[in-house]
């Protein structure tokens, strides 16, 4: 079993940046791809990024292209999500996610484990 553990959430104006950080215990992550979501209210949770599992290949949603990027340090079993110019409607929760292969996803159920998520809100 692996326990994703999501943070660096919180409350932001419109232009600001914040890293979210995803800390994976009881298994080790270099062997997984990793990716993060997004759900905001009333909407359907959408893929933000995905990064292989040696971090040598990344995909991102073109909403967030340019603004966001993904990264991972496998010594430390934590995946990143450095977002800048940040905007009202990047405001939502935000997860990290595990897939057992070592090619990254862009589909839900693609994905096998799950954090709980931590909040962004982006005031304009």
């Known amino acids: 079993q692996v326990q994703l553990v999501e943070s660096g959430g919180g409350l932001v104006q419109a232009g600001g940046s914040l890293r979210l950080s995803c800390a994976a215990s009881g298994r080790t992550l270099s062997s997984a791809a990793m990716g993060w979501f997004r759900q905001a209210p009333a909407k359907e949770r959408q893929f933000v990024a995905g990064?292989?599992?040696?971090?040598?290949?990344?995909d991102y949603a073109d909403s967030v292209k340019g603004r966001f990027t993904i990264s991972r340090d496998n010594a430390r079993n934590t995946v990143y999500l450095q977002m800048n110019s940040l905007k009202p409607e990047d405001t939502a929760v935000y997860y990290c996610?595990?897939?057992?292969?070592?090619?990254?996803?862009?589909?839900?159920?693609?994905?096998?484990?799950w954090g709980q998520g931590t909040q962004v809100t982006v005031s304009s």
């Open positions: 996610a595990a897939r057992v292969s070592y090619a990254l996803g862009t589909g839900q159920h693609q994905y096998d484990y």
């Open positions: 990064i292989n599992y040696s971090g040598g290949e990344t």
